[in-house]
């Protein structure tokens, strides 16, 4: 299930995000960056060395947690709101729209080992919102950690989802408190407002930023649909799903995202 949280006043969010535009630039570049800076700051054992995997799979559109309600989401946006936004944000939303109806998609999955993972669990302060899930998957322009970190989760997080038209990524994290695993399983993609249901949202728009899971915008705890089995984990570390994953470099994408690294 996505939620979209609604604005209580007559606030907008446009197509044209500046945390996806950033890394548009060089998309592979920034992805590799990005991911591997982030694993280093969560080596788990510091005498090991820490380990990223990349794999690209094509999965059938049923493998994709919640794409059909994506797909309503965008033919509404395509529909009655892209009339709003620029000459090439209207390309953008058709091909987004394209990637939402396709019967199957690549998926760049990204895991890293000896990590660990994005806790779920508030730092010292015992703010909610302080926990590196919570930095990574809900807040904006905070980073949190040591400025001697080589990356801590700032505005980097939104490398992943310049590689898609789908704009669209899917977390898996698994950590251990006093022996014991836990884990968390979540979606996020960032769109455009909409009005998809206006009689449910008191006539507002709701936000662009949409998350895949549990009820109050939280994680699920553990995958209770086989479909979605391949995001789960069974030990410490993250795993970072990219939907619709897309680049110019076509088949070259692995020794250009090594050379990087």
Same mark, same amino acid.
């Given at each position: 299930m996505w939620t979209f949280d609604v604005y209580n006043k007559k606030n907008y969010d446009g197509w044209n995000d500046p945390s996806i535009t950033t890394f548009k630039a060089n998309i592979l570049k920034s992805l590799a960056r990005e991911i591997i800076q982030n694993s280093i700051d969560a080596r788990d054992n510091k005498n090991s060395p820490v380990v990223v995997k990349?794999?690209?799979?094509?999965?059938n559109r049923d493998?994709?947690?919640? $794409?059909?309600?994506?797909?309503?989401r965008m033919e509404h946006i395509d529909k009655y709101d892209s009339k709003n936004e620029g000459v090439s944000q209207q390309l953008d939303i058709k091909e987004t729209?394209?990637?939402s109806k396709a019967k199957n998609l690549p998926v760049l999955i990204i895991e890293d080992e000896n990590t660990t993972g994005l806790k779920d669990t508030d730092g010292a302060t015992g703010y909610h919102g302080n926990s590196t899930y919570e930095r990574f998957m809900h807040s904006s322009?905070?980073?949190?950690g040591s400025q001697k970190r080589a990356g801590s989760h700032g505005i980097g997080k939104a490398a992943p989802?310049?590689?898609t038209p789908l704009?669209?990524?899917?977390?898996?994290?698994?950590?251990?408190?006093?022996g014991e695993p836990k884990s968390l399983y979540q979606g996020k993609t960032i769109l455009m407002s909409?009005? $998809?249901d206006p009689k449910d949202?008191?006539?507002y728009a709701s936000m662009g930023t949409g998350f895949w899971g549990d009820d109050n915008l939280e994680p699920f705890r553990k995958i209770n649909d086989k479909r979605f089995v391949w995001l789960e984990r069974s030990n410490g570390g993250t795993t970072i799903a990219i939907a619709g994953f897309k680049t110019t470099a076509d088949r070259e994408w692995m020794p250009i995202i090594a050379g990087y690294i």
């Open positions: 990349f794999k690209l799979q094509n999965f493998m994709i947690p919640g $794409l059909d309600e994506l797909q309503q729209l394209k990637h322009g905070s980073s949190g989802f310049a590689s704009r669209t990524i899917y977390v898996g994290s698994m950590w251990y408190e006093d909409t009005k $998809l949202n008191n006539g």
